[in-house]
């Protein structure tokens, strides 16, 4: 069945910009892809509502990695439409202690200790996954015709969600604030042009990044070897 995609822009907090979350439709069925940063919820729940996604209608919450802007509303949207989360096992420590740094490489030590003062990630917006996602799993038991496709690089587990029609939804190995460009904040950069040029070489039509606009594979400028 085909599928629709429907950004939803979120603020972020303290005016750092914008994070998006993706509503994935097929026929009466959604999937929707990240949740916004937790001060996003009233944003939220109005986009779902005007968009036909009422109570019953969810069936998958997907978090393409483990930082609070794409996790901030996950653990709330599971309590009220009883979906369920899905995301990667190596950034499921994030969620479900709350640390956006438990598993990178070089936290910074300042950002560890004021983030959780600043944003307020606090434990009712902590969570455990109810599916762990890994390269190549069909969401198809979602009313969902996609798969899964693993990106790490941003973090550890960082995943997309690449549908049959060639829509893909890249979390933040990507972003286009101001140009269609690898993400600049990178955990493993090797790690991240790894899963630069496996992307390049699927079948996408259009990118679907954490922050900035939607665009084709062909605005990337060219890979970094």
């Not at 509502?49 to 969810?58: A, D, I, N, R, T």
């Amino acid at each position: 069945m085909p599928t629709s995609v429907s950004p939803i822009t979120f603020p972020m907090p303290l005016g750092l910009g914008t994070v998006n979350g993706y509503l994935l439709r097929a026929g009466d069925r959604f999937t929707l892809v990240d949740t916004g940063a937790p001060n996003g919820r009233g944003r939220l729940d109005q986009n779902l509502e005007s968009l036909g996604c009422l109570p019953g209608k969810l069936k998958l919450i997907v978090i393409t990695h483990g930082d609070f802007d794409h996790t901030g509303n996950a653990a709330y949207l599971r309590r009220a439409l009883g979906a369920p989360i899905g995301m990667h096992a190596e950034d499921a420590p994030m969620a479900e202690r709350g640390d956006m740094f438990v598993n990178r490489k070089k936290p910074n030590a300042l950002l560890r200790a004021l983030i959780p003062r600043l944003i307020g990630f606090n434990k009712e917006r902590r969570f455990a996954p109810d599916i762990l996602l890994s390269e190549g799993d069909s969401l198809a038991e979602y009313g969902l015709d996609a798969r899964v496709v693993a990106i790490p690089g941003h973090s550890k587990g960082s995943i997309g969600i690449l549908t049959d029609e060639g829509d893909f939804v890249c979390g933040d190995l990507y972003e286009n604030t101001q140009r269609p460009a690898l993400n600049s904040l990178m955990d493993d950069l090797p790690a991240a042009l790894a899963s630069d040029a496996r992307v390049r070489g699927l079948a996408v039509r259009t990118m679907y990044p954490g922050h900035g606009s939607p665009f084709s594979p062909g605005q990337l400028p060219a890979a970094t070897s």
